[in-house]
C-alpha cells in the first residue's frame, strides 16, 4: 500500500468511528422529541377522557335537580287530586301527574344513559393511567440512559481527536484535504480496497494501467478512482498499517497519475505482491 494511502485508511478508520459517533449524537434529540410527542399524546387522551367524566358528572347533578323539581310537581298535583271539587279539576290534576310523570322518566333515563357511559370511561381512563406512568418512566430512562450516552460519547470523541490529530499530521495536506472532501461528501469512505480490479466505492473498473500501479507492491505511485477520486489499495497486497512513520511524500506528483513508475524511489512497504490476477480466469484487463 502507498504509505500515504496506509495513512489515510488508519485516518478513516479513526474518522468512521467518529462518524458513527456522531450520527448516534445527532438521533438524541430526535428520539427525545418522538418520545415526548407520544407521551404528550397519550395524556392528551386521558385529559378528554377526565373532562368527559367531570361533563358527566355535571349532567347528572343537574338532571338530578330537575328529577328533583318535577317530584315536587307531582305532590304539588295530587294535593289538587285529593281537594279537588269537580270531576273536570279532578281530571286535569291526574293529566298533570302523568305529564309530569313521562317528564321524570325521560330525565331519568338520560341520567341512566350518562352514568352508563361513566362507567365504561372508568376502565379506559385507568389504562391510560396506567400507560401514562408507564411511559413517563421509560421517558425517564431513555433520558438518564441519553445522558450517560451522550457523554460516552462526547469522551470517546475526544478521545481519538488527539489520536486523530497525531495522524493528521504526517499526510500532505493536499492529500488530506482531498481525503477530507471525499469523506464528507461520500459517505465516509475516501479510501477503498480495488476488490477484483473495481474500486469499491463506485464499481468502477479500474485502467490495465492503474491496477498495474496497485498491484505490483512497489506502491510508488498513489493511485486515485478516476470516477469517484477515492483513494485505493490492493486489499491482498499488504497489511493496512504502514510499517513505520514514512516522511510526507513530496506532493509533487499529481493526484491522479497513472504513468508508468518513473524513478525506483521505493517505498518503506513490505508489500511484493507479485501482478497477478485475482481471478484465474486471465487477465480480462480490456478497458
Ligand atoms: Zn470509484
Redesign the pocket.
Known amino acids: 500500500m502507498h504509505p500515504v494511502v496506509a495513512k489515510l485508511f488508519s485516518l478513516q478508520k479513526i474518522d468512521q468511528k467518529v462518524a458513527l459517533a456522531q450520527k448516534k449524537l445527532d438521533s438524541l434529540p430526535r428520539e427525545t422529541e418522538d418520545r415526548k410527542k407520544k407521551l404528550k399524546k397519550l395524556e392528551g387522551e386521558l385529559a378528554l377522557l377526565k373532562e368527559r367524566c367531570k361533563e358527566i358528572e355535571v349532567q347528572v347533578a343537574s338532571l338530578e335537580t330537575k328529577v328533583g323539581a318535577i317530584e315536587t310537581g307531582i305532590k304539588k298535583q295530587e294535593a289538587y287530586l285529593n281537594q279537588a271539587s269537580s270531576p273536570s279539576e279532578y281530571e286535569a290534576a291526574r293529566h298533570q301527574i302523568r305529564y309530569l310523570q313521562r317528564d321524570r322518566e325521560e330525565l331519568q333515563n338520560e341520567q341512566l344513559e350518562l352514568m352508563e357511559e361513566q362507567e365504561t370511561l372508568n376502565p379506559k381512563i385507568a389504562a391510560l393511567e396506567a400507560s401514562v406512568a408507564e411511559e413517563k418512566e421509560t421517558f425517564q430512562a431513555f433520558l438518564v440512559e441519553a445522558e450517560s450516552l451522550r457523554a460516552e460519547l462526547e469522551s470517546k470523541k475526544q478521545e481519538v481527536a488527539d489520536e486523530r490529530k497525531a495522524k493528521a499530521d504526517e499526510i500532505p495536506s493536499e492529500f488530506l484535504l482531498r481525503y477530507e472532501e471525499i469523506f464528507a461528501s461520500r459517505e465516509g469512505t475516501a479510501v ?1 480496497p480495488a476488490e477484483r480490479r ?7 473498473k479500474l485502467t490495465p494501467n492503474d491496477w498495474a500501479m496497485l498491484a505490483n507492491g512497489t506502491n510508488k505511485v498513489l493511485v ?7 483513494f ?1 489499495f490492493d486489499p491482498d497486497s499488504e497489511p493496512a498499517e504502514p510499517a513505520e512513520p514514512a516522511k510526507p511524500a513530496k506532493p509533487a506528483k499529481p493526484l491522479e497519475s497513472a504513468e508508468p513508475p518513473a524513478s525506483p524511489q521505493s517505498s518503506q512497504s513490505t508489500s511484493e505482491a507479485p501482478m497477478e490476477s485475482e481471478n484465474t480466469e486471465g487477465n480480462n484487463e480490456v478497458q
Open positions: 477503498v473495481y474500486c469499491s466505492g463506485c464499481f468502477t486515485t478512482c478516476r470516477t469517484c477520486g477515492r485505493l
